[in-house]
C-alpha cells in the first residue's frame, strides 16, 4: 500500500506537461457541450420554474448543483475511455512501464481531469452571472472555500473515474453504468431539492440518503454560494468528501493492479 503514496514529482510534471498539449481542442469540445446545458439548466431553473411556485433563488440554487454536476458526468466520458484503451490501444500500458511508480501515472491522470475539471467550473462563472444576473451575487460567495470545494469535489470525481474503469470489464458494460449507478446517484444527490427539504418530508428516507456522497457536494457547493442556513455543514461536507477520496483512492489502486497487472 505505501506505493499508492509513492510519487516522483519530477515525472508527474512531465506527464502533465505532456497530456495538456492538446488541451485547447479538449476544453473547447468540453466547454460547449458544458455550456449548452448549463445554460438550458440555468434558464429553466432561474425564470420558468418560479412560475410554478419556486423561490426566487431558486436559479442560483440549481447552479451550485450544476457546478458539482459538471464534474459528476465527467466520471463517465473519461473512465469510458480509459475502458477503451485498455480493450484497444492500452496507451496506459506503456506509461506504466515507465521508469516511476504506478501512482504517479495515475496522479496524472486524476490531477490533469481534476485541473480541467475545475477549469470548466470556473468559465461557467461569467455565463451563470449573465443569465441569472441579479440572482447571482458574486459578492455573497465564500471565494476561499467555493475554489477549496471545486478542487476537492473535482478530485473525488476523477479518482472515481478510475475506479469506474477498474470495475467495468468491457465497453458493452457501460450502459448499466449510466442508468444503474450514476444518474440514480446524481438525481437524488440534491441536484434539484436540499437535504433538509428531504427530511421534513421524508426523516428516516432523508438519513439513508446522506451515505450518498454526491449530496455533500452539491450541499457543500450551496452552503459557499448561497450561505450555511439550509445547506449541511460546509466542513462536514468536506470531511466527509476527503474521507471517500481516501477510500477512493486506495480502492481504485488496488482494483487497477488486479485488472491491468502492474507491479
Not at 506504466?96 to 462563472?125: E, Q
Request: glycine residues 4%; contains cysteine.
Amino acid at each position: 500500500m505505501s506505493m499508492l503514496f509513492q510519487v516522483d514529482m519530477n515525472v508527474l510534471k512531465q506527464l502533465l506537461s505532456l497530456k495538456f498539449t492538446n488541451i485547447r481542442k479538449v476544453l473547447f469540445d468540453k466547454f460547449i457541450n458544458y455550456y449548452i446545458w448549463a445554460s438550458c439548466t440555468m434558464f429553466v431553473s432561474g425564470y420558468l420554474m418560479q412560475s410554478f411556485g419556486l423561490s426566487e433563488k431558486f436559479g442560483v440554487f440549481q447552479f451550485a448543483g450544476i457546478i458539482a454536476s459538471g464534474a459528476i458526468f465527467e466520471i463517465y466520458g473519461t473512465a469510458a475511455k480509459m475502458v477503451a484503451d485498455f480493450e484497444h490501444d492500452q496507451i496506459i500500458a506503456y506509461y506504466l512501464t515507465l521508469p516511476t511508480h504506478t501512482a504517479t501515472v495515475l496522479c496524472s491522470n486524476v490531477l490533469y481531469n481534476t485541473i480541467v475539471g475545475s477549469v470548466m467550473a470556473i468559465f461557467l462563472l461569467p455565463l451563470a452571472k449573465l443569465i441569472l444576473w441579479s440572482q447571482l451575487n458574486f459578492f455573497a460567495i465564500a471565494w476561499t472555500k467555493f475554489l477549496f470545494l471545486l478542487v476537492l469535489v473535482n478530485l473525488v470525481c476523477s479518482t472515481a473515474s478510475l475506479l469506474v474503469a477498474a470495475l467495468i470489464p468491457s465497453m458493452d458494460k457501460f450502459e448499466m453504468l449510466w442508468v444503474r449507478i450514476i444518474f440514480p446517484l446524481w438525481f437524488l444527490g440534491g441536484f434539484q431539492f436540499s437535504w433538509d427539504s428531504v427530511h421534513a418530508v421524508a426523516p428516516k428516507v432523508s438519513y439513508f440518503m446522506l451515505l450518498n456522497p454526491i449530496f455533500y457536494m452539491t450541499e457543500g457547493m450551496r452552503a459557499v454560494m448561497l450561505g450555511q442556513n439550509g445547506s449541511i455543514n460546509f466542513w462536514v461536507c468536506s470531511l466527509v468528501l476527503l474521507i471517500t477520496l481516501i477510500i477512493m483512492s486506495i480502492w481504485s489502486f488496488k482494483m487497477l493492479k488486479k485488472r491491468l497487472d502492474f507491479v
